[in-house]
């Protein structure tokens, strides 16, 4: 089948990178796509806004599916667009209709959700401009840190988290009298900061059935030693070695099912991912409990990189099945190993930040996946920078330390003016497994 795949990250190259390998893929497209994904098909030109002109590709093409990468679109309604279309309405799209996506597009809507569907969350209420006084009150009744939310998308730049009551008020005021992240903070969520490790936990669902994808932790923070500005994620580890099986089982009754049994009670169409952002909190009798810190709609980006090359079956085959709704006959293998992901960016970022700087060593990287994020082919055909986060090195090793030695040797083969990467990717969950 003829398949187009909407995004240009690295999740989009990894996702790509994974499609291409499968047996039932004819012509593969990536809309816009970047200097990597290139190696696993044709890059076309389409604005990812512009619906109109993606189903005008799709029926011109003899496209059969549509893999939404990034949140925008399904947010803005694609796969509503696409039920809506007579010419359209057979195509596969993988993605959730507007409604499941709201449980991304408003961290409120989320809330409410996980509080119907009695999901462990954190408690939280919700402010709008109109009511900045009361929820400055509210922050004073709470204990450091603070955790502010724009409800809308905010390109994962959107939370806050504060150990300072007199900044965390300011940053309310900011956040819902002077927009700082515009429209999506016209309403902010306070929630409690539950103390614990973070993890993510990824669903394939077609609304009734599921397949619960590997585990995988990514790192935030530019510095090392999780220090510094928030970025779009540094790296990413697959498995998360505390995500036993034990703690695996409390996910998938405790979350999993409530929320996609949520999904059918609400009446609420969903073919695509469920990205859970995950707290293990330390209970009790020792053992670690799964809170829902947000809902995704989509893969995370940049555990997709870590996880999709452990999947080992068919993936284009797990799609159609998503589709169709027989998920629950179609089998999911899982690679054993360990894959490690360090991601190298550009001079600035999360910043202001170079574009158009030469990439060299390439061709040096060994027993590694190098997944594009940020490039594109230059006029002399060199691969240039093109964003803030530029390449993923990815290496599977049958140990952690194996994983990560590989993608940090490989990190350092490749060079352009200003490289930045992280050398401690993974080091938190070394200790943890060394004790």
Known sequence: MNILLLGSGGREHAMAAKIAESKLCNKLFIAPGNAGTTQCGTNIDLKLDNFNQIGKFVIDNNIHMVVVGPEAPLVAGIADYFAQKPELKNIMLIGPSAKGAQLEGSKDFAKL???????????????????????????????????????????????????????????????????????????????????????????????????????????????????????????????????????????????????????????????????????????????????????????????????????????????????????????????????????????????????GDVISGLDKVDNSLIFHAGTKTGLSGNIVTNGGRVLCVTTLGSTLPTALLGSLQNAEKIQWKGRYYRHDIGQDLLKRILG
């Not at 402010?127 to 603070?146: H, I, N, S």
């Not at 965390?168 to 429209?183: P, V």
């Not at 797990?318 to 589709?323: D, H, K, M, R, V």
Request: negative net charge; aromatic residues 10%.
């Open 113 to 355: 959700f996980m509080q119907r569907h009695g999901i462990p969350t954190a408690a939280y209420r919700t402010f709008t401009r109109d009511t900045l006084k009361e929820g400055q009150a509210y922050l004073a009744t709470l204990q450091p840190p603070y955790v502010l939310k724009a409800d809308g998308l905010a390109a994962g730049k959107g939370v806050l988290i504060l150990d300072n009551l007199k900044e965390a008020k300011h940053e309310l005021q900011l956040m819902l009298k002077e927009a700082k992240f515009g429209d999506a903070s016209s309403r902010v969520v306070i929630e409690q900061f539950l103390s614990g490790i973070e993890l993510s936990v990824f669903v394939l669902t077609d609304g009734k059935h599921y397949k619960i994808l590997p585990s995988a932790k990514d790192y935030k923070r530019i510095g090392e030693g999780d220090t510094g500005l928030n970025t779009g994620g540094m790296g990413s580890i697959s498995p998360v070695p505390f995500a036993d099986k034990a703690f695996m089982q409390k996910v998938e009754h405790r979350i999993v099912i409530p929320t996609i049994k949520g999904l059918q009670k609400e009446d609420i169409p969903y073919k695509g991912f469920i990205f859970l952002g995950l707290m293990a909190v330390t209970a009790e009798d020792g053992t670690l409990d799964p809170y829902v810190i947000e809902y995704n709609v989509r893969m995370g980006d940049p555990e997709t990189e870590s996880v999709f090359p452990r999947i080992k079956s068919d993936i284009v085959e797990l799609f159609t099945a998503t589709w169709n709704g027989n998920l629950h006959q179609v089998s999911l293998d899982i690679d054993e190993r360990t894959a490690a992901c360090v991601m190298l960016t550009a001079e600035g970022y999360p910043e202001k930040y170079r574009k």
